[in-house]
T-cell receptor
């Protein structure tokens, strides 16, 4: 069974640009959540989607957005990039969301110059 | 407010020594509890989880954790550490009511001395 796949794995952007990250969950998983990981801050919850609906959202500015498609694949977008957006962005999928085990991808490492 | 605290940012142990990583949580009810491990450049992998029942849970790679309701703790233990255990460990709480979500601690980085 294929795991969670995130693309791209690494990317470099400059301030003011925007970026789109993609996540393909494990087959059959309907919940996809996104986390931002930075040194010292740990994992900060961005949002969670279930069956194309955003169920939960963390405390991030509106520059961070996401969506989920009918095949459960998800994308997140960050517009008007800032230096502080440099981080590892992790996607996790699960069968039904909270209470179930999260399966993480290897992440997309974003560097903003 | 719901929160997870991992008081030790870094821990160093010698190979073969025992290990205990601390985790305390704040939540109004009994949460779902998890420990995840992250190796460098990798995503997180589940070590073990507690939902209900026996408060001592066994996980992969020889890890175990004990849920102590009175102390709001879920400490991770391993009797004998291997060099390959060097990684970052995250404790997490999954809420059991309302808007379901996970809350992660800030992690404990484990270094193993040969």
């Amino acid at each position: 069974k294929a795991g969670v796949t995130q693309t791209p794995r690494y990317l470099i952007k400059t301030r003011g640009q925007q970026v789109t990250l993609s996540c393909s969950p494990i087959s059959g998983h309907r919940s996809v959540s996104w986390y931002q990981q930075t040194p010292g801050q740990g994992l900060q919850f961005l949002f969670e989607y279930f069956s194309e609906t955003q169920r939960n959202k963390g405390n991030f500015p509106g520059r961070f957005s996401g969506r989920q498609f009918s095949n459960s694949r998800s994308e997140m977008n960050v517009s008007t990039l800032e230096l502080g957006d440099s981080a590892l962005y992790l996607c996790a999928s699960s069968l039904e969301g909270a209470a179930g085990e999260l399966f993480f991808g290897e992440g997309s490492r974003l560097t903003v110059l | 407010a719901q929160s997870v605290t991992q008081p030790d940012i870094h821990i160093t142990v010698s190979e073969g020594a025992s290990l205990e990583l601390r985790c305390n949580y704040s939540y109004g009810a009994t949460p779902y509890l998890f420990w995840y491990v992250q190796s460098p450049g990798q995503g997180l992998q589940l070590l073990l989880k507690y939902f209900s029942g026996d408060t001592l849970v066994q996980g992969i790679k020889g890890f175990e954790a004990e849920f102590k309701r009175s102390q709001s703790s879920f400490n991770l233990r391993k009797p004998s550490v291997h060099w390959s255990d060097a990684a970052e460990y995250f404790c997490a709480v999954g809420t059991t009511s309302g808007t379901y979500k996970y809350i992660f601690g800030t992690g404990t980085r484990l270094k193993v001395l040969a």
